[in-house]
């Protein structure tokens, strides 16, 4: 790579300002030399004519699902209050879009899960079509992963994720908006590169924390210390 020539990459989680003061969050605000709503302007433009001809509706409602999240608003800001868990924010945005079938794709390791999410949005009046990651019973040699490599090394056949064929599921049901629990990293990628319909999350894989990732991330100065010092070794780099 050019250093000489390399883009100053904007860096908003590295902000020195506190909220209230950002460029981002009022006129004339502050920002480093690298923030993007100071110095990116001609870009910011094509965003936002990128969501008025694309998203319009998509982008209205998503900001309007927002703020009715929050409650006591007339209040003053610092004291609205948050009103809704993300099941029932899921239903009412699709409500607003209007959206009658959904695709739920999950991993099989949260299929108890499943059950209860589809049963509550079909309760909600919503067509669900649900995907399996382990749908197609594709082996993992077909990908090239050893045994070794296998999360059972003692199975001869062990069935891969398929989180491509989710998506062309979910494709060919004509889904409006699909819903993804539980993948793993990586096959959740692969989900929302191959889906066509809009893709949201209700719930992230983490096998360890109960599939609540940020309890790492707020207990970075204490039990996950360990975590700001670098990995012991990247996965890969064995030799």
Known sequence: MDTNHAPVLPDCAACPFDWPARACRKPGGQGPKNCPTLTGNTLAQEALLATVRDNAEFARQASVQEASGYGDRDRGYDRVRPLKPRIQELMEFAGRMKYQRLGLAFC?????????????????????????????????????????????????????????????????????????????????????????????????????LGHNPLAAIYQHASYWRCLKQPLDRTPGDES
């Open 108 to 208: 099989i390791g949260l299929r108890l899960e499943a059950a209860v999410v589809r049963e509550i949005l079909t309760v909600n009046g919503f067509e669900m079509l649900s995907a399996c990651c382990k749908v197609g019973r594709v082996p993992k040699s077909a990908i090239a992963i050893d045994r070794e490599d296998q999360v059972d090394p003692a199975s001869e056949n062990e069935t891969m994720c398929n989180p491509v064929f989710q998506a062309i599921l979910c494709n060919e049901g004509r889904t409006e908006l699909n819903v993804l629990l539980g993948l793993c990293v990586g096959h959740d990628s692969l989900f929302i590169k191959y889906s066509q319909a809009p893709v949201t999350v209700l719930a992230v894989k983490d096998r360890l």
